[in-house]
Each structure stands twice: as C-alpha cells, then as structure tokens.
C-alpha cells in the first residue's frame, strides 16, 4: 500500500474532510484561472478579463482565494488549541509556526533558490531583457500569496484569543477597521493607508475560519446573500471595480490592497461553500474521491508555485517552435487554449515530479522550548517582508539592483530573498523541540 493510501485509510473518523477538499479545490481554480486568463503574445502577457472585459463578472464565482484563507483559519486554529492542551504550562508560539509552516516554506524556499540561481545564470549571459524579463517577473507572482499567509499564521495565536472572547464581535471589528481604512484613503486621501488592508480584509476573512472551528456559521444561506449583495452594492455606488482579480492598468484593485468589496465576495464565497458542507461530505465518502483529495493535499503547494512558471514554459516553447501565438480571445485562441492547458498540466506534473519530497514535513518529538517566541516571531516578520518584496520585484534586475516599493521602502531581490531565508532558518530554528 502506498503512503497515500495509508494516510487516506488512516483518516480519523472526527476528521473535517471537506475542509481538505476545500484547501485543494481553491487551489486547483486559481492555478487554471491563472492559466485560462493568460494571454501571451509576440508583445508581451496580458490578461483575458482586459481583452474580454465581459468575462469579469465570472470572478465573483472564480476568484476562490478568500476559500483558501477561510480554510486556513479553521486549521490554525484545531492547530493552536491541540498544542495548548499537551502543553498547558509551556509557550508553545515557536512549534506552533514552525509546525504550520513547514509545508509551506520548503516547497517556496526551493522555488527562491532555483529561480533565483536561474535569473542570475540568464543574467551573467546577457540576457534577462525583453520576454525573458518579464518572465523573470511573473514567475515570483503567486509569492504574494505566501506572505498573507504567513502574516494570518502569525497572527492566529493573538486574535483566536479575541475570537475565543469576543465570537463576531472580533471578526465585525476587523471588518470596521478594513471600512474605516478606505474611508481614510478615499475621503481623506491619506498616503498609504491603504495598505494596512492586506492586513484587515485578509485577517477577517482568516477570522471565519476560527467561528467555523467553533460551529458559529449557522446560517450560511444570510451570510452569502449579505456578502453578495454588499459586493454588488459596493461596486455600483463607491468607488470599486467589477473585477476581483487585479486588472492591468487600474487605478482602484479590489485585490492590491484588498478593499471592502473583497471582503464582501469573501463573506458570499465562504457563506456558499459551507451551503454545500453536505453534498461535499456525501462525496468525500466514497474511498476513491478521499483517496484523490489524500494525494493532492500532498502536492498542492508545491504545485501551486510551479504552475505559472510551467505555462510560460508552455509558451517559450511555442516560441522556439516558431509557432505563430492567436490573438487572445479569438477562435483561434479558444480552440487551442485546451491543448494549451493540458500542456501546462503535464510540465506541472513533471515539476511537481521533482519538487515534490520538499513539501514533506519533519516531525519532531518532544516538548517546546520556552524562550524560543520572539526568535520565532522575528525570523515569520522577516519571512513575511522577504517574500512579499519577492513578489513585487522578481528575479528579474539581480545585477541592475532593481528594486520594488513595499509600503514606502524600497526592496531588491537580493535583499527580499536574504531576508526570506534568514527568517526561514530562525523559525526553524526556534521551533524545533527538544527532547
């Protein structure tokens, strides 16, 4: 019997498995969102949803990322509370983060280190300009995405207390906070307030997790129609546009900072998924579906770094073939978008193929080591701030110093991939038990 298979017949009964298949399908609709909504060209990449501003209604369906950070809320905290409850008498912050965020930064620390050893190779032999750069800049992309999430990993111990005191009291605070914020930067044209966003419309979000952990989303039907229903509101009357994907060119992004509206879609997003809590557990039932969702959580992340990486793959290749790229949106576009798709499945597989034993997790026994929380708290902030300015700049400019603005300071690749690592290797180091 194969790990996967022992791992899906070993599944407690009391385990919430439609969570886990929650975590993977979010992730398998941004992954081919991302590959649907590319259009690549002899000119550069686009987006579909600017050729076609018609099909931006669909990511109020397609735009399932605040599913994932839902989903991470629920986890952290189960998380948190069964480290709490083996060591009631120990601080227990350094192998809570470290534990969480195994899984996560393996998988995303290879990914810097190759891409990183690929740009300078390019680099050093003259190129990096023209497609080549701008691949160089998209590959970093879905970092972005990393560090939210490590800033709500972060984050769980503090506000799943405010949770456990407060239920959604906590969760309607940080919703007035992400309202107020707008408010300051709309009516008041406050520099860079803005961005304390990425902090409160994520955080919420995050913090719907903790009530469902709880069983406090009893009436899911109320809180999709709310969520709906203010995201429609919000996008006639203030300032937000349709889309809630980020779009090239904007002004406004419902997504870069997170706005109001963003909020809203989640709370509709996240009311809908649990409307279809039920069904999701009837199918989860039978062996074979349980057994796939098994197998995928094993490789989601590590597959969700690679992927854009493979559809450029897919088209460099179509370029050194000398194959003419459609005009995006046209019937030649659709008629090959499938082939296209399935090629960038398959160079994913192979990635994937590669990487995969990175996304593995240590274990380690024995209890924590008081005195290991401000370590572990310095190397996540560090972490955070690395990836996030990685995923601003790119690998593109290693030796131009290129830089990129986070918040108001300026940030090089060098710098964000020195400080992701250094914060890597302190939450490592820090949450590591002793026996």
């Known amino acids: 019997m194969t790990t996967v298979s022992l791992l899906a017949a070993r599944t407690p009964v009391t385990r919430d498995r439609y969570v886990d298949l929650l975590r993977v399908a979010s992730l398998g ?13 002899d000119d550069g990449v686009g987006n579909l949803l600017a050729v076609v501003p018609e099909l931006q ?4 369906v397609l735009q399932v990322m605040p599913v994932f ?65 701008v ?39 940080l919703a007035a906070a992400a309202a107020a914020v707008d408010v300051l930067r709309f009516a008041a044209d406050v520099p860079f307030v803005e961005f304390l966003n990425f902090a409160f419309v994520w955080l919420a979000v995050h913090q719907l997790g903790f009530l469902r952990a709880d069983g406090r989303i009893r009436r899911p039907a109320v809180l999709a129609g709310a969520g709906l229903a203010g995201a429609a509101v919000l996008v006639a009357l203030g300032p937000y546009p349709l ?86 949106a046209g019937a030649a576009w659709w008629a090959g978008a499938p082939f296209r798709i399935a090629a960038a499945v398959a160079v994913t597989a192979a990635l994937v193929a590669v990487f995969r034993r990175v ?3 240590a274990h380690d026994a024995g209890a924590p080591v008081p005195g290991t929380g401000p370590v572990a708290a310095v190397g996540i902030t560090l972490c955070l701030f690395g990836v996030l300015g990685l995923s601003m700049v790119g690998f593109g400019g290693l030796l131009e110093g290129r830089t990129a603005t986070l918040v108001a300071v300026p940030v090089s690749a060098p710098a964000a991939v020195a400080m992701a690592l250094g914060g890597w290797l302190l939450v490592e180091r820090a949450g590591a038990r002793r026996k």
Not at 57 to 60: E, F, Q, R
Not at 87 to 98: N, Q
Not at 299 to 317: D, E, K, R, S
């Open 135 to 173: 691949a160089l800049r998209l590959v970093a992309q879905p970092l972005w995405f990393i560090g939210i999430y490590l800033a709500m990993v972060a984050f769980t111990p503090p506000l799943l207390r405010l949770h456990e005191r407060f239920g959604w009291g906590a969760f309607g605070a």
């Open 29 to 41: 609709v941004v992954v081919a969102g991302h590959w649907l909504m590319s259009a690549v060209t």
């Open 69 to 133: 950070f839902f989903v991470g809320g629920f986890s952290h905290a189960l998380s948190y509370r069964s480290l709490r409850r083996r060591h009631p008498d120990r601080a227990v912050y350094a192998v809570f983060l470290r534990g969480r965020l195994q899984r996560l930064l393996r998988p995303t620390m290879a990914f810097v280190l190759v891409w990183g050893a690929v740009a300078l190779a390019v680099q050093l032999l003259g190129g990096g300009g023209g497609t080549t750069g």
């Open 243 to 328: 889309s809630m994907v980020g779009m090239p060119g904007e002004k406004i992004s419902n997504m870069a900072p997170p706005t109001p509206a963003l909020l809203c879609h989640g709370l509709w997003l996240v009311g809908a998924v649990e409307l279809l809590k039920r069904p999701g557990a009837r199918l989860l039932s039978r062996p074979r579906v349980w057994l796939g969702v098994v197998a995928a959580n094993g490789i989601a992340m590590t597959a969700f770094l690679w992927h854009l990486t493979a559809m450029l793959g897919v088209y460099g290749a179509m370029i050194a073939a000398g194959l003419e790229l459609p005009e995006p």
């Open 359 to 361: 996304e593995r997790p």
């Open 57 to 60: 209604v669909l990511t109020w």
